[in-house]
């Protein structure tokens, strides 16, 4: 079993910036891939920014691109999510994801994650 837990949540003025940290306990070596996801208010959950272990890649949607960076501090058993430039849109919940299946190439698709957390609330305000 992994155990996530999400942090670095807020609310910001449009343009500005937040850090999401996603702790991880438990056994989180069988972690491959870690993503970031958000769902809106009525909306379903959609993918953001993804890790692959096995492929040594990370990956974005096209809402974030240049935008968002996915980082990891292996020490730590920390990911994070750097958000710049944020913008209203950006406004959701935000989970981490992890998948115990090696695929190199990452997955945008919640149901291919096995472990999540809580959510943190990101709020952007125009």
Same mark, same amino acid.
């Given at each position: 079993?992994? +155990? ?19 702790? !991880? ?13 958000? +769902? ?8 953001? !920014? ?8 990370? $990956? $974005? ?18 990911? $994070?999510? +750097? ?21 190199? $190439? ?11 957390? +809580? ?8």
């Amino acid at each position: 079993q992994v +155990q996530l837990v999400e942090s670095g949540g807020g609310s910001v003025q449009a343009g500005g910036s937040l850090r999401l940290s996603c702790a !991880a306990s438990g056994r989180t070596g069988s972690s491959y891939v870690v993503g970031w996801f958000r +769902q809106a208010p009525g909306k379903e959950r959609e993918f953001v !920014a993804g890790f692959s272990w096995s492929g040594g890649r990370t $990956y $974005y949607a096209d809402s974030v691109k240049g935008r968002f960076t996915i980082s990891r501090d292996n020490a730590k058993n920390t990911v $994070y999510l +750097q958000m710049k430039s944020l913008k209203p849109e950006d406004t959701a919940v935000y989970y981490c994801a992890a998948d115990k299946v090696p695929r190199v $190439y990452g997955s945008r698709w919640p149901g291919d994650f096995d472990y999540w957390g +809580q959510g943190t609330q990101v709020t952007v305000s125009s």
